[in-house]
């Protein structure tokens, strides 16, 4: 599936081709703002951070699901790291 996604080493968006399984997906369903996490993504040796509202996945370089224990707060704190 084609998805756009902001890649913040780059500086800009970028076209994916990514696909959701349980394998590689962990979803939160207690979000309640736009700005809360929503998903995070092993995407080819990174993550991709996404948040309840509209604004595009963050994809993040080096890092995986296991290395913030597929851990909601621990992906928030990644993502500001990179605005």
Request: aromatic content about 16%; charged content about 30%; hydrophobic content about 30%.
């Amino acid at each position: 599936m084609g998805e756009t996604v902001y890649n913040p080493q780059k500086g800009r968006l970028e076209t994916i081709d990514v696909e959701y399984t349980e394998q590689n997906t962990t979803w939160f369903e207690n979000c309640r703002n736009a700005q809360d996490i929503y998903t995070i993504t092993d995407f080819k040796g990174g993550i991709l951070i996404r948040e309840f509202g509209y604004t595009y996945p963050f994809w993040i370089y080096d890092v995986s699901r296991k290395d913030i224990n597929h851990d909601q707060r621990k992906a928030k704190v990644l993502r500001k790291q990179y605005l």
